[in-house]
C-alpha cells in the first residue's frame, strides 16, 4: 500500500470514498430526471411534453455514463457493457450508446505491477521469470497483460518458455468492493420505485453482475476455466487454447503460455498468410455454435482480441482457431435444456399461451408478470415468421424484421421479465460470432451455421415432442368431450332465466378503490417532485425552485379530496 498522505488517511480508501460519492450522485441525478419526465409529466397529463426529446435525453444519459465509466474505470466499465446487452430492460438509445464501451485504460507504471506480481508470487520477478516486458501487452480496468519467459528449469517441466502474465491492478479488490456497495444502494432505490419493481428485479441484477466480475477477479477460476475448455476441445484438432502455467499462478497472477498469433478480424494478415477470412468465418462459426448447442460449456466473450487464427500447416484448411481470457465463460446447466425443451414443444405447436408459460419456467418472467400482452406479441410472432423454414426466412425483407424488432423491444421493455443470465451470454455469445463472422465473409449467412445445430436438436427431442404432443392431444379431447354437457347446462340456465351476474357491490368498491388510488398517487408526486426539487436546487436552482412550487398542487388535490370525501 502506498504511504499516507498529508494528513495521513489511506490515499486508497479516500480514493475509494470520492468514488462512491461520484456513483451514488450520477445515479441519483440520473433517476430524478427519468422520474421526472417518464413518471410525473404523463401523470399530470403532459405525456407529449415527456416524450418529445426522450431519445435526445437517453442518449445524453448514456453518453454521460459512458464518460464516468471511461474517468473511473473499475467495475464502471464493465457495468456499461453489461448494461449495453440488457435489450430486455433498457432503451436503445441506451444500449447502443454503451455497446462501444471497451475496456481498455492507461496502464499503470511497471513499477506498480512489478510491486504487486512480487508480492503475489513471493519472490522477485527475476526469480520467477528469466525475462518480463516492461511494456504491457494490453491493460483494462482489472488488470493488465505482459510478455515474460520462464526460468529454464520450470520451462522443461511445462513444455513451453514463452507466456503471457496478467497481474491484477492494485488495489482492484478495494475498487471492485466500493463498486458493488454503490450499485447495490442503487439497486435497492430502485427496488422502491413501483413501476420498475413490476417490470425487473434490480437487486437481482445486481447480484448477477456481481457474480460474474468476482468471477473475472480471481485468476485462479480463470485459470481452470481456461483448463476445462481446453480439455473440453481436446478432440477438436483445428481448436486450441493456452495451457496454464500454475507454478506461477495466484488468485492476482495468472501466467500462460504466449499463443498470441493473426488477430481473427485481420483480413489482410489472414489473405497473406494464404489464409481464406471465409473459410475462417465458417470454422469459427462451427466451433462456437458446437460449444453452445453440443457441448454446453462455451466462451462468452469471443471478441476479435479474444481469438486467434494460428498458421498450422497438419490440420485441415491450414490453420487453427486459439481461444484466450477464460474470465467470462457459460454454461448450458440441464434444468436450462428442459425449459428449451418446453419452448421447442410450444413453438412447434403455434401456441403463444405455451410458449409464455415455458418462458415462465425457464426464469425469464418475473413472478407476478401478466403476459396478456406478451401472449399477443408472440401471437404475431408466429403469424407473420411461425411457418417460415430458414431458407424462407433468408428471404424476407430485413426491413420487416427490423419493424418487428422495434414493436418487440417495446413490449419486452413494457414487460415485468427479465433474461436469465445464461440467457444473455448465450445471446452475447451468438451475437459477437455473428459479428466477427460478417466481417471475414460479407456473404456470411447466421442460418446457415445455425441449421444443423437445430436439426439435431430437434431430433434428439423428436421421441419427448411426440410424446407431449399426444399428451396435449388427449387433453384437448377430454375437454371437447365435456364441452357440449357443459354448454347445454349453460345455455337452459340462459333459457329459463336462472343465469344472473351482479356487479353493484363491485363498482362500489371501484369507486372508492379509484379515489384512493388517485390520493395515494397525487402524495406520491407531492413527495416526490418536492424531494426533486430539494436535489435539484443546488446545481439548478431555477428548476429546483419550479418543482418545490409544482408539488404544492397535489398536495392540495390530496388535502382538498380528503375533505370533501368525509363532507
Not at 176 to 194: E, M
Not at 304 to 312: E, I, L, Y
Request: charged share 25%.
Amino acid at each position: 500500500m502506498p504511504p499516507a498522505g498529508d494528513g495521513g488517511a489511506d490515499p486508497v480508501v479516500t480514493d475509494t470514498r470520492a468514488r462512491y460519492n461520484r456513483i451514488i450522485r450520477f445515479a441519483a441525478r440520473a433517476l430524478v430526471q427519468v422520474w421526472w419526465f417518464e413518471l410525473v409529466l404523463p401523470r399530470l397529463g403532459l405525456t407529449r411534453l415527456a416524450m418529445r426529446r426522450q431519445p435526445q435525453r437517453m442518449t445524453r444519459l448514456a453518453r454521460r455514463f459512458h464518460a464516468l465509466a471511461l474517468e473511473l474505470g473499475g467495475l464502471m466499465i464493465k457495468v456499461g457493457q453489461f448494461l449495453s446487452s440488457r435489450l430486455d430492460v433498457l432503451p436503445p438509445e441506451i444500449t447502443k450508446e454503451l455497446e462501444g464501451l471497451q475496456d481498455e485504460v492507461p496502464p499503470l507504471p511497471f513499477a506498480a505491477i512489478r510491486a504487486a506480481a512480487e508480492a503475489e508470487l513471493g519472490m522477485p520477478l527475476e526469480r520467477a521469470y528469466a525475462r518480463f516486458d516492461p511494456a504491457p501487452v494490453a491493460a483494462a480496468s482489472l488488470g493488465q497483460a505482459h510478455r515474460a519467459r520462464l526460468q529454464d528449469a520450470l520451462a522443461a517441466d511445462v513444455g513451453f518458455a514463452e507466456v503471457v502474465v496478467k497481474v491484477q491492478r492494485p488495489g482492484i479488490d478495494d475498487i471492485v468492493a466500493v463498486d458493488l456497495a454503490a450499485l447495490r444502494r442503487v439497486g435497492g432505490w430502485l427496488r422502491r420505485i413501483r413501476i420498475v419493481r413490476e417490470r425487473v428485479d434490480a437487486p437481482a441484477l445486481v447480484e448477477e453482475f456481481a457474480a460474474t466480475s468476482l468471477a473475472e477477479t480471481d485468476y485462479l477460476h480463470e485459470a481452470a476455466w481456461a483448463e476445462r475448455f481446453a480439455a473440453d476441445v481436446a478432440d477438436e484438432p483445428r481448436v486450441d487454447a493456452p495451457v496454464v502455467a500454475w507454478e506461477r499462478v495466484t488468485r492476482r497472477v495468472l501466467t500462460l503460455a504466449d499463443v498470441t498469433a493473426i488477430k481473427i478480424s485481420d483480413a489482410d494478415a489472414l489473405r497473406a498468410a494464404g489464409i481464406d477470412p471465409a473459410q475462417v468465418a465458417k470454422l469459427f462459426a462451427r466451433v462456437m455454435f458446437d460449444q453452445l448447442f453440443r457441448r454446453g460449456f462455451f466462451h462468452a466473450d469471443p471478441h476479435p482480441g479474444n481469438v486467434f487464427v494460428t498458421p498450422d500447416a497438419d490440420v485441415e484448411g491450414g490453420f487453427r482457431l486459439t481461444f484466450i481470457d477464460f474470465g467470462m465463460m457459460g454454461e448450458v446447466p440441464d434444468t436450462l435444456r428442459d425449459g428449451l425443451r418446453g419452448l421447442l414443444i410450444a413453438v412447434a405447436a403455434r401456441d403463444s399461451k405455451r410458449l409464455v408459460e415455458g418462458i415462465g419456467k425457464v426464469g425469464v418472467l418475473l413472478p407476478d408478470a401478466d403476459t396478456v400482452e406478451l401472449e399477443r406479441a408472440m401471437t404475431t410472432l408466429f403469424a407473420r415468421f411461425g411457418g417460415m423454414g430458414f431458407a424462407e426466412l433468408r428471404d424476407v425483407d430485413p426491413r420487416e424484421f427490423r419493424e418487428f424488432a422495434e414493436q418487440f423491444g417495446d413490449v419486452t421493455r413494457d414487460m415485468p421479465f427479465q433474461l436469465p443470465e445464461n440467457f444473455l451470454l448465450i445471446i452475447r455469445s451468438m451475437s459477437i460470432t455473428s459479428g466477427v463472422c460478417s466481417t471475414l465473409d460479407p456473404a456470411f449467412n447466421v442460418w446457415d451455421a445455425v441449421e444443423p445445430y437445430a436439426s439435431e436438436l430437434l431430433r434428439a427431442e423428436s421421441g419427448n415432442l411426440m410424446r407431449d404432443m399426444l399428451g396435449e392431444v388427449a387433453s384437448v379431447a377430454a375437454i371437447t368431450a365435456r364441452l357440449p354437457r357443459r354448454a347445454d347446462a349453460l345455455i337452459t340456465r340462459l333459457e329459463e332465466g336462472r343465469l344472473t351476474v351482479d356487479f353493484s357491490r363491485l363498482e362500489r368498491r371501484f369507486a372508492r378503490t379509484e379515489k384512493l388510488a388517485a390520493r395515494a398517487m397525487s402524495g406520491v408526486i407531492f413527495s416526490g417532485t418536492l424531494i426533486a426539487g430539494v436535489l435539484l436546487r443546488p446545481s439548478d436552482e431555477v428548476l429546483g425552485s419550479v418543482l418545490m412550487l409544482l408539488s404544492l398542487l397535489p398536495l392540495g388535490h390530496v388535502v382538498l379530496s380528503g375533505w370533501f370525501g368525509r363532507r
